[in-house]
Nanobody, 126 residues
Framework: QVRLVESGGGLVQAGGSLTLSCATS????????MAWFRQAPGKEREFVAA????????VYADSVKGRFIISKDNAKKTVSLQMNSLKPEDTAVYYC???????????????????WGQGTQVTVSS
């Protein structure tokens, strides 16, 4: 049974940093792509960052490129999202997602991921 549990959310001032973590179980971690998505109030869920399962490459949404870093820890079976220079518009519920069948061109697509965590709230005050 696949399970994803996010942690690390909270309240931070603009310009600050937070690191989210997603603990996984029930997956062959090294063979699964991992991603972060977010959903702000009144908006659709959107892609944030992803780590491919094969090449180890990473992709980012333009809105977070240069500020966020996604990383995998194969030993701990966790994926982290380091968020720097946070802005009020980064306020959202952040979700971890995974799949063993995502090809590189689909890394940004929600429909490519079959397993999701429950989400963690990130609030950035101005």
């Amino acid at each position: 049974q696949v399970r994803l549990v996010e942690s690390g959310g909270g309240l931070v001032q603009a310009g600050g940093s937070l690191t989210l973590s997603c603990a996984t179980s029930g997956v062959t971690f090294t063979r699964y792509a991992m991603a972060w998505f977010r959903q702000a109030p009144g908006k659709e869920r959107e892609f944030v960052a992803a780590h491919s399962q094969r090449s180890g490459s990473t992709v980012y949404a333009d809105s977070v490129k240069g500020r966020f870093i996604i990383s995998k820890d194969n030993a701990k079976k966790t994926v982290s999202l380091q968020m720097n220079s946070l802005k009020p518009e980064d306020t959202a519920v952040y979700y971890c997602a995974t799949s063993g069948t995502v090809i590189t061109s689909q890394l940004r697509s929600q429909s490519a991921y079959g397993y999701w965590g429950q989400g963690t709230q990130v609030t950035v005050s101005s």
